[in-house]
């Protein structure tokens, strides 16, 4: 699968956005679509994913409860909807693709072979 994501941009802190991930291929019966993000100088983290046939959907820590994630299959995209934004949600968020993942699997990123380029989200204090 292909995948392209948008919807970045500035928001001030407390807003919100809403990204999307839009997949083009053949998705698996068994597909587990994620997001990630990397702030500037730190490690990529898992934001969370949503399993795209059986749904189920699966957060890190630092957003549960802020971020929600859920899709679209007329329009084969994912979205992630995120609100009360904070300063330390900067980051390039990245949209991937996996197959036949179990929940603890989820936030590895080296699970997921398939990555969207990316889309910068900036909040402002």
């Known amino acids: 699968v292909q995948l392209q994501a948008s919807g970045g941009g500035l928001v001030p802190a407390g807003g919100s956005l809403t990204l999307s991930c839009a997949i083009s291929?053949?998705?698996?019966?068994?597909?587990?679509m994620g997001w990630f993000r990397q702030a500037p100088g730190k490690e990529r983290e898992w934001v969370g994913s949503i399993r795209w046939n059986a749904g189920g959907t699966y957060y890190g820590g630092s957003v549960k409860g802020r971020f929600s994630i859920s899709k679209d299959k007329a329009k084969n995209t994912v979205n992630l909807q995120m609100n009360n934004l904070k300063p330390e949600d900067t980051a390039v968020y990245y949209c991937a693709a996996a197959v036949r993942l179990i929940v603890s699997s989820m936030d590895n990123e080296r699970n997921y072979k398939n990555w969207g380029q990316g889309t910068l989200v900036t909040v402002s204090s």
């Open positions: 291929g053949r998705t698996d019966s068994d597909q587990v």
